[in-house]
């Protein structure tokens, strides 16, 4: 889904998707920032995620540049360093309350991230207004991409902020997932039939697309599956040079789920099937 980019530097870019709310794009390869965004109030906007130090100067700056208001207001889909490292910038600002999922900050304290005190943790599914902006904060009630999963669901928009939840196939970080409960929520996710997903990575897409990351996922899981099954695997041994010759061995055997990973990741094929067999089947 293409919007107006209204902004662009320094690898961000920030496309409007209405008149509140702004898509702002990172750079995962450069510069280590996840996708968020702004919401735009009367007196001031609700930031999406906080990629990282910078990135939080960044989005301060931003907000105050593009929309001529400061950010009061956070949401923090998940407790991953691209999603979060900014918050100490925000803690020192001051006058930002983050909400994000209720055992995040035991996270944070493991991790040494400071975060504002002005935090409100989110349990399950909670509606929250801010100056007449309703959102409904949703906590995963279990493991899917990672523990701590909160969607930002915006009823007047029937748009949905995901985090990592929905992301782009090829980069997917598997280190914290359950990958049954991944493809699950998906499913159900897929059955509210939202208009528009704003994914934590790789931009907007419609409610149709989670078919193509739910395929992704189970295919990945049965080649791990076979692979097990059929092959000798030493540990020390898996590494991307080891699955780009089982992935190679097995397309060329004409494994259609191999194929399909092949496919879509290209390059990161060999990347996401390592990360997949260390950590997406022992959750």
Not at 37 to 60: H, N, Q, W, Y
Not at 98 to 116: D, L
Not at 236 to 253: H, I, K, Q, T, Y
Request: glycine residues 8%; hydrophobic residues 40%; negative net charge.
């Amino acid at each position: 889904m293409q919007y107006p980019l209204i902004y662009e530097h320094n690898s961000v870019r920030v496309f409007k998707i209405n008149d509140s709310v702004y898509y702002r794009e990172g750079n995962l390869d450069e510069r280590r920032q996840c996708n968020g965004g702004f919401v735009v109030l009367k007196d001031c906007t609700v930031a999406i995620d906080v990629p990282s130090e910078d990135g939080a100067r960044e989005m301060l700056d931003e907000s105050e540049k593009l929309f001529g208001l400061p950010i009061k207001h956070a949401f923090i889909t998940h407790a991953h360093p691209d999603h979060d490292l900014g918050l100490p910038v925000f803690a020192e600002k001051g006058g930002i309350t983050v909400y994000g999922a209720a055992a995040a900050p035991q996270e944070w304290a493991a991790r040494g991230v400071t975060f504002p005190g002005n935090f409100i943790g989110i349990s399950g599914r909670e509606r929250v207004s801010i100056e007449g902006m309703d959102f409904e904060l949703e906590k995963l009630p279990v493991t899917a991409h990672s523990p701590w999963d909160m969607l930002v669901y915006m009823p007047a928009f029937d748009l949905m902020f995901t985090g990592d939840l929905v992301v782009n196939e090829p980069i997917l970080y598997l280190e914290h997932c359950d990958i049954q409960n991944w493809v699950k929520v998906l499913g159900e996710l897929a059955g509210r039939n939202i208009t528009l997903l704003a994914r934590g990575h790789g931009g907007c897409v419609p409610s149709s697309y989670l078919a193509d990351e739910i395929r992704y996922l189970k295919a990945l899981n049965n080649v791990n599956v076979y692979m097990r099954a059929h092959m000798k695997v030493a540990e020390p041994d898996v590494n991307d040079e080891f699955m780009g010759e089982v992935l190679n061995r097995l397309c060329a055997a004409g494994n259609a789920d191999a194929r399909y990973i092949a496919d879509v990741s290209g390059p990161a094929a060999y990347y996401q099937m390592t990360q997949f067999y260390r950590y997406g089947v022992k959750n």
